[in-house]
């Protein structure tokens, strides 16, 4: 018997409540019991019951009255009515208002036995539901965005607020740092998360043909178009809409995305049938926007409309600790996918990957790792095969004052000549490091 | 000395007496003892069902239980509570008093030749089943066991008239 589940028997008749609460107790439920609604309200907004028998007829507020308050209290609470004969019509309204079932008094041992049983399976299936809904979200989460910078993790949380609403989001950053996987983490944990989320890149779609790609066609509207075509408009329907790139697009497309925008109506190329799509837009770009918009490039209007929510993603090079996850995570991703032994990553190979500034980001990584394990043999990724390796190999200087300078002149170019994030990076403390640049003459480019 | 207790409230099967002792004395360790009180039950019957009201029957059995003693009530008439149409027995989770129908036990009821050995095997299960709920136990779900709850004879005639080694451990710790 299922241990965990509580009931409460609602009947203006001692002897009823009793029979059935002992009856259930029996059985190994909680049982608790109310001799009205007003008491049985009371106890609801309590405590969760899981079950609860009301009789239909009960003084002051009825059963069927009593079944409504309930469902407003918690939807998933499950209500059995207990009815007489003659009241078989009231049963049915019960059901209508979303009663889980009804049974006649006086009833058999066996069914009432059956409907409880019958519940508690309907309980135990939407805990499953609800258990598997969240492993899936959770997978979600965890497995394709890797990193545990400050940066990242900004990010992450910015997804989290964003996702369960339905504002339109803008997420700007370098190309290569992964602007459609955080996407799709927005959409993923979003409640549009049950339907597909629809990419449109639009720096890869002819002007041409962007309007058909976005609105659709009706059969013949062009030369060619021998049959209609869904846009991604429509395709987007309950979903989420990627615009990737969105800065690529013309001035003409812009007006007409902005109307959409607005209206969630349109109309398919060649068609006269004004349609409708509930869809959130999630845009992606590389380039600042707000720049564009003062260079008269792209529209203010729509910019204001895209620029709801926006998200950053910061550039590799500013998130040197995530290097190591994001290498070991591609190590095994292409060792597996191409049937190699590679695991590790070698001391001067790891060390090399921690100093290269990285200005594709993370695909430009992501192509290093796996040409390393194509090219690589044995069990671990050498420097040698890193295509920088020449550049770490033959060091030009010879003295260790040469190495610190060139070393110190690294790092200060790695991060912008930022002297709090160098000497961090340098583990020394800023005053050492003016000290540093001074004593090498090391200059600031200009 | 704790006892248990049975009281036939018109019963007919006397045969069945000596067996219901003694498994009954095996199965809970306990004496067992054939009362003679009497206890008239045509208040008890409501005439609207045909059947005899088994809740009024069992307050009216409850004073006569001692502190410690658990009573059997036996009977052949038909019983009901409130709410369901008919039950083979009823008594109270950690109670005293059990009382027991042979009404719907019987192969006549279902078109069937008699047969007094079937008949005493149900009502021992029975009494065996409702005397496990005064001591504290459940309903159990593992086939066989005398707990599990059977709402038709065919179930009844499924299980046996033994405690599952689950439940008999924990009556053993209900009883110790």
Redesign the interface.
Known sequence: ?DNNLSILVV?D?L??R???S??F????YDVDTAEDAKVALKKIEAFHFHIVLIDIKLPGMDGLELNRRIKAINEDTIVII?TAFASVDSAVQALKDGAYDYVC??????A??HIIRNASKSIQLSRENLSLQDRIKSLVNVEYIIGQSEGILKVLEQVRIVAETDSTVIIHGESGTGKELIAKAIHMNSPRRFFPMVTVHCGAIAESLMESELFGHERGAFTGAQYARKGKFEMADGATLFLDEISTISMKMQIELLRVLESKRFTRVGGNRELQSDFRVICATNRDLQTMVKAGEFREDLYYRLNVFSIEIPPLRERPEDIKLLSEHFVKLYADQMNKGTRYIGKRAAKALNNYAFPGNVRELENLIERAIVIGTGDTVQLKDLPFEHQMSKPTWESIQDMEQHHIEAILTKYDWNISRAAKALGVDRVTLYSKIKKYKIEKPK | MPLIRIIPLQFSSVSTMETMLSVLSNRFKMETRLSGQHLDLTPFFNPV?SQYNA?EIIQKLLPLAGEDDKIVGVTDLDL????????FG?A??GGSVALVSGHRLENRRYGLASDPQIFSDRIIKCIVHELG?TFGL??C?KPGCVMV?T??VEEMDQKSDMFCQTCQNELSMLTA
């Open positions: 018997m009947d008749e002897s009823v009793d029979s059935l002992n009856w107790l029996e059985d190994g207990m008094k006086p009833f058999d041992p066996d009432v036995t | 069902r809740n009901f509570i409130p709410v369901l149409s008919y039950i009823q109270y989770l709920h459940k309903h779900l709850s709402t038709y």
